[in-house]
């Protein structure tokens, strides 16, 4: 595991873009993990500057996202599908069927879950999956357990994702409890994993995560045995290491 703790939030985006960048440029029929959240909102108008310069080409590029709330429309402001058109995919020129997300609204979720997993196995594995951390570990929406959930899934968001989450909505009772996420093993098969964190609300999961046992309860941990890991934090994150 690589750790690089930078001096902004700017630097920390710029380093990650920096990353993604370079995979694009040496492999550009990549597929990409991508997450959603504050953190890499900076790192994706990085990309999109970088794109709009001539320096990356998204043409033959794919995308997995990592996870979508349930029962939630696609055009619904909250959705993920919805962050990512506006934030980062609707100012690149990647092909919209090269982009998969798994649709929070499908009216059989369990029939979601496993054909967002059948098309992430026949495409992949990832060769780049960015990630941000919940405030209780949580990667995708791989909660804090007492196992690593294994593939594509609804998890139950628990107390701590309601509460962080809820600022993205009118009231914590408007958020969604349910989410569609890929799991830990999908998140384990990735060639290259780009972890990222930022301020100090970040800094006690960051040190428990990258420094402490390996445990479901903080199922970021499971990053420690990967083979290839690049984790880019600015200097407030990285203050409990
Ligand atoms: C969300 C998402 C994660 C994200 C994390 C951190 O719940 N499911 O994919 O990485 O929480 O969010 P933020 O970057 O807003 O702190």
Request: proline share 5%; aromatic share 8%; with cysteine.
């Amino acid at each position: 595991m690589k750790i690089i703790i930078t001096d902004s939030y700017k630097e920390m985006s710029e380093r990650a873009g920096n990353v993604v960048a370079s995979q694009i440029i040496l492999k550009p029929d990549s597929i990409l993990g991508l997450a959603t959240g504050s953190t890499p909102l900076e790192m994706y108008r990085y990309l999109i500057e970088l794109y709009k310069k001539g320096v990356i080409d998204f043409q033959n590029i794919t995308t997995f996202n990592l996870d979508e709330y349930h029962r939630i429309s696609p055009s619904s402001p909250q959705s993920y599908a919805y962050y990512m058109m506006e934030n980062f995919f609707n100012h690149i020129n990647i092909p919209k069927e090269n982009i998969n997300i798994p649709n929070g609204d499908a009216i059989d979720v369990d029939e979601e879950c496993r054909e967002y997993a059948k098309k992430l196995e026949s495409l992949g594995p990832i060769d780049l999956q960015v990630l941000g951390i919940g405030p209780n570990g949580h990667i995708g929406f791989n909660e804090s357990s007492d196992h690593f959930p294994v593939g594509t899934h609804l998890a139950k968001l628990t107390g701590d994702t309601l509460e962080a989450n809820s600022r993205f909505f009118d009231s914590i009772d408007d958020m969604p409890r349910t989410a569609i996420t890929i799991g830990i093993r999908d998140i384990m098969l990735s060639k290259k994993i780009l972890l990222l964190a930022n301020g100090i609300g970040k800094a006690d999961i960051i040190a428990k995560a990258l420094k402490g046992k390996v445990t479901p309860r903080v199922p970021a941990s499971i990053l420690q045995l990967h083979h290839d890991v690049i984790v880019i934090l600015d200097k407030e994150a990285a203050s409990k290491l």
